[in-house]
């Protein structure tokens, strides 16, 4: 429910449904995908084509798809020309053929038997279809890992070669299979191989920079005016990067760390909404990690954790934190340690995981490094702290 | 067959509105949708296909009717048409 201070203007912007007008950072890789398919504008059916776009996780790779798809579906309209995308995940599935098959055909004939036909048999229909409608297709089959692990070569085989079957007969049905990892494609044997590696789109990883212009695409979309400062956005990016590059992630985190702010009646996304979200998302901290922790290290971390449960910050400057430090310090009557020993704690801290330190330069004043707690929320990470520090003052 | 024996069969009407609502059916599917055994509404359809109101589309085994192209299946269409449109 949307509510007064909600900080959502449209949240299915961010669903992982949503197919976005504009894909930021995969322009290249658009304008590939259309050349390969510019013959369903120029001569539709002469002829078909066969693609693979591959990537980690959260590279784009089904929003790459369903864009193009959108697109195309657009621009052979203004065009008066018969096309159809239909957009497929094998894993829905579990990888088989013959339901695969049916859910295409049923685009076009949506009363079609669900049950008692093979797969050669619907796949005929398709293409009985495709002739009755006088349209191309393209079959985008996402998770197509799952399909080779299911059928094997034999259903690749089908699919790719169908049009040998119906030579001299118009040419219209295309593919576009979208795997995680090429390896799937080793296990086939050679002819079906064969049909598939001709063309192959890799998407590289996001990196931080081009994280942080999707997240704030989907940012101006998904919340209202102000709702989301750049720091936040930026300690999702680096939360999102640190997850393989994964968009995907980033997106689903600003969603979620919206719930939370609505939840407090924020009015805003802070940083601490952010921590929250991915503590819910990921297990992020053992306890027994923070309780190998020395002494002056736990003291250090206790103050990192007030520093951002009092300040909506998502970075706190190193000085800063020596600074809160030392107010612990004298809290527990201990006398601080040098700058040059917290450096180090900071560096352990960070292998560990419970903190992010980096270095960013300003044109004002240099060089500065600066921490973030990315994964765990600062009021979690106190009451962590007190209970372990717990008599030792 | 004259046009009142084609329309006073309940059955009809209700396999010629699913079809028009659907667009093409086979004959398990409509009988399960009417909760009518398959033999009867069998009979049925061959009656309106014979009239040239349905036809038949094959995709390989599978069997599937619906509306044909000629003026008494279009009138029969309009006929529903205009009658849902009324009641919706």
């Known amino acids: 429910m949307t509510t007064s201070y909600s900080v959502f203007r449209d949240e299915s912007k961010l669903d992982i449904n949503y197919i976005p007008s504009k894909l930021p950072h995969r322009e290249k890789e658009q304008r590939l995908l259309s050349e390969f398919f510019n013959f369903i504008i120029q001569c539709p059916t002469q002829m078909t084509q066969r693609v693979i776009l591959t990537g980690d996780v959260g590279t784009g790779k089904t929003a790459l798809a369903q864009t193009f798809g959108a697109d195309l579906t657009s621009q052979t309209k203004r065009k008066n020309l018969k096309f159809h995308y239909v957009h497929i995940n094998c894993r829905e599935f579990r990888g088989s053929l013959q339901p695969i098959l049916h859910k295409i055909v049923t685009a076009f004939r949506p009363t079609y038997p669900a049950r008692g036909y093979a797969a050669d048999e619907i796949l005929a229909t398709l293409m009985q279809v495709l002739d009755e409608e006088e349209t191309t297709l393209i079959v985008t089959l996402d998770e197509f890992d799952s399909l080779i692990e299911k059928e094997g070569s034999d259903a690749v085989y089908k699919l790719t070669r169908i049009h040998e079957t119906r030579q001299g007969q118009p040419q219209r049905l295309s593919f576009i299979f979208i795997m995680r990892d090429l390896n799937a494609i080793e296990h086939l044997d050679d002819s079906a191989k064969s049909t598939l590696q001709r063309n192959i789109i890799r998407l590289q990883r996001y990196g931080k920079p081009q994280l942080i212009d999707i997240l704030n695409d989907r940012a101006a979309l998904a919340f209202t005016l102000g709702a989301v400062e750049d720091d936040v956005i930026d300690l999702t990016a680096e939360l999102a990067h640190s997850q393989t590059g994964n968009a995907r992630f980033g997106i689903e985190l600003l969603w979620r760390a919206g719930k939370y702010a609505d939840a407090s009646e924020l009015g805003h996304i802070s940083a601490e909404c952010i921590r929250n979200a991915i503590s819910a998302i990921i297990p992020t901290l053992h306890r027994s990690e923070l309780a190998s922790l020395d002494f002056h290290e736990k003291l250090f971390l206790l103050a990192i954790a007030r520093y951002f449960k009092e300040n909506q910050e998502a970075y706190v400057q190193i000085g800063e934190a ?72 | 067959m004259a046009l009142e024996e084609i329309l006073c069969s309940r059955p009809r009407i209700k396999i010629l509105k699913l079809i028009y609502t659907l667009g093409q059916l086979n004959v398990s599917d409509i009988a399960r949708r009417l909760n009518t055994n398959y033999t009867s509404i069998s009979g049925h359809i061959q009656i309106l296909e014979s009239e040239g109101i349905l036809e038949l589309r094959t995709y390989g085994r599978v069997r599937m009717y619906r509306f044909s192209s000629s003026a008494k299946a279009q009138a029969v269409a309009g006929l529903i048409e205009a009658w849902e449109k009324q009641t919706a």
């Open chain 1, 322 to 393: 020596e600074k809160a430090y030392q107010v612990i310090c004298e809290e527990y009557e201990e006398p601080p340690k040098s700058h040059t020993q917290i450096w180090l704690y900071v560096q352990y801290l960070s292998k560990l995981g419970v903190l992010k330190a980096e270095v960013v330069s300003s044109e004002t004043r240099g060089r500065a490094n600066r921490i973030s707690l990315p994964s765990i929320p600062a009021a979690e990470l106190e009451q962590e702290m007190n209970l372990s520090l717990q008599g030792k003052r």
